[in-house]
């Protein structure tokens, strides 16, 4: 077996070992800074300041039953969770974690595959996600998972279009879909950072991604006070774990994706080494999809199609155009 095969593998393993331990202790941090922000303790029985929480709900999640419902398409029903892991996970492969380190003098790429179409990817591979809602709500036989499987089909496909609409913009001063390419053109410090060139185009994709990772307020797949669990009502144990463990590490994808697209990625910054760079860019991300569960309410669908279709829409075909006449200028 050659050495990049060995070195591919390896890195797979890493990336997936690493996002499923983040995606489980997220679940805590999210707990702790949504009773910080609700004025409440959060976690605190298991362990110091409720760390061991996680462990806690891992047991529990791993020790509980696999129902499947009686009526249920077996097959799709158990499917639909593992697709939604493959897409979360998969959709990495191009993201660079890192800059280009020596270990052992070896030289390591910390990316999986280094293809010169990694944003392309990254959103295609992550679109291939709304399947899991939609074959878990139609496979289920319920109509609460049906109702939520209607509800992935409207916003995930609705916000796809415009988020991949909102990315040409800063790709059109870029010219490349490398995710590399892109890090490199703002290596000249923050003032060559894409967010102060694009600042509403990176406003639209992070509202965007919001939609599409389903997170508060465009939850409206599983919103608890209408639809009970929406698709994944039917859902218990390892298979529900599995949804969530996939939102999560889709989350740190998309952390990733907006720091290398509009915030210098692993470029150094200051005196701050790149590689912590990224990092707190990513915390700050991630706190901040946080903070927007905690702070704001429930949009309804309707509300939610109004913003994408005639407020983010033509504000990003604006944006298109702002920047191709400023280029052609």
């Not at 593998?9 to 949504?34: C, D, H, N, P, Q």
């Not at 939604?84 to 959709?91: G, L, V």
């Not at 639809?227 to 218990?236: F, K, L, M, N, R």
């Not at 504000?315 to 191709?324: F, S, W």
Request: charged share 10%; aromatic share 16%; proline share 5%.
């Amino acid at each position: 077996m050659s050495a990049f095969i060995i070195e591919t593998l390896i890195k797979i393993l890493v990336v997936v070992a690493v996002f499923s331990f983040l995606g489980g202790f997220t679940t805590y941090l999210e707990r702790k800074i949504l009773a910080f922000f609700q004025r409440r303790l959060g976690p605190v029985y298991v362990g110091p300041w409720g760390l061991f929480q996680v462990v806690a709900d891992g047991i529990k999640l791993f020790s509980k039953e696999d129902i499947v419902p009686q009526n249920a398409n077996k097959l799709i029903f158990t499917i639909a969770p593992i697709i939604a892991m493959m897409s979360a996970f998969i959709s990495m492969a191009p993201i660079p974690f890192f800059g280009d380190f020596t270990l052992f003098g070896y030289r390591i790429k910390p990316v999986i595959s280094d293809i010169n179409v990694g944003l392309l990817f990254f959103l295609a591979i992550g679109s291939v996600g709304i399947y899991a809602p939609l074959l878990a709500g139609l496979a289920s036989r319920s109509k609460y998972s049906l109702i939520g499987a209607a509800r992935a089909a409207i916003q995930l496909l609705s916000f796809e279009v415009v988020s991949t609409l909102t990315i040409l913009a800063p790709l059109m001063i870029v010219g490349s879909l490398s995710l590399i390419e892109i890090n490199n053109y703002q290596s000249g410090g923050i003032s060559n950072w894409l967010v102060f060139k694009q600042p509403l185009a990176f406003v639209l994709f992070l509202v965007a991604s919001y939609a599409e990772l389903n997170r508060t307020p465009f939850d409206l797949l599983e919103h608890e006070a209408e639809i009970v669990a929406g698709y994944a009502t039917e859902y218990s144990g390892l298979k529900w774990g599995m949804f969530f463990l996939a939102e999560y590490a889709h989350l740190f994808a998309f952390c990733f994706v907006i720091s290398l697209i509009f915030f210098g990625g692993y470029n150094p910054l200051w005196f701050i080494p790149g590689g912590i760079a990224i990092i707190l860019k990513v915390c700050f991300f991630v706190f901040l999809a946080m903070w927007a569960r905690a702070t704001f309410a429930h949009v309804r669908p309707d509300q939610l199609m109004h913003m994408c279709w005639k407020i983010m829409m033509p504000l990003a075909l604006i944006n298109i155009l702002i920047t191709g006449i400023a280029i052609l200028l």
